[in-house]
């Protein structure tokens, strides 16, 4: 059902979108804190699990009240072409269900990304291995992240999933390059 109504497509595309979102702001927090000086993982995990969580928030509501006006919208279209009401219709729950399932998709995408570049500064943490390290390790699962992401995008595109997994992990590398060469200039 949820394919039918244009679901899949659009969770696909707000899972990729905000997945890769979350990466990047979480390689950019935690390299942005290494340079920084800071060598704390305590501060890192809270900072990035809380940017996460706004990513969340934002991610959620916003797409939630962007679909809902979407799904409203063409509902008002087909009550006016059809000269009917459309309230209580299969076509309205799944619009409703809809909205539901892409606002759930946009925000927990980048809060999974958050969290799975968390894992090695929480790790560093529990076996007591330097904020460095973590950060190389988080970096690493992040530049893996994009990489799987990319692959993803090109089994989508049936097209190349290995240039795909390349431009995605090449992003993230040049991401990182940035703000370590910002770091070193400020």
Do not use: H
């Not at 390299?31 to 699990?49: C, E, N, Q, Y």
């Not at 916003?62 to 009401?85: C, N, P, S, V, W």
């Not at 799975?116 to 530049?143: E, K, R, Y």
Request: glycine share 10%; aromatic share 10%; net charge positive.
């Amino acid at each position: 059902m949820l394919t039918i109504s244009g679901v899949a497509e659009i969770c696909r595309r707000y899972f990729v979108m905000n997945m890769f979102d979350g990466t990047l702001a979480a390689l950019g927090v935690i390299i942005g804190m290494w340079v920084s000086g800071v060598d704390d993982p305590r501060v890192a995990i809270k900072t990035v699990l809380a940017a996460g969580l706004a990513m969340f928030f934002s991610g959620s509501l916003g797409a939630y009240l962007t679909e809902k006006a979407e799904r409203e919208r063409k509902i008002r279209e087909l009550e006016e072409a059809m000269f009917q009401d459309m309230k209580g219709s299969l076509y309205e729950r799944l619009s409703k269900l809809a909205v539901l399932v892409v606002s759930i998709i946009d925000g927990i995408s980048p809060l999974i990304a958050c969290i799975a570049l968390s894992v090695p500064l929480m790790l560093s943490q529990l076996f007591n291995f330097s904020f460095t390290v973590a950060s190389l390790v988080s970096l690493l699962v992040g530049i893996i992240v994009l990489g799987l992401l990319g692959f993803f995008l090109g089994r989508i595109a049936k097209k190349r999933p290995l240039g795909y997994m390349l431009y995605m992990m090449l992003a993230g590398v040049t991401s990182a390059i940035v703000i370590v060469l910002l770091g070193a200039y400020i």
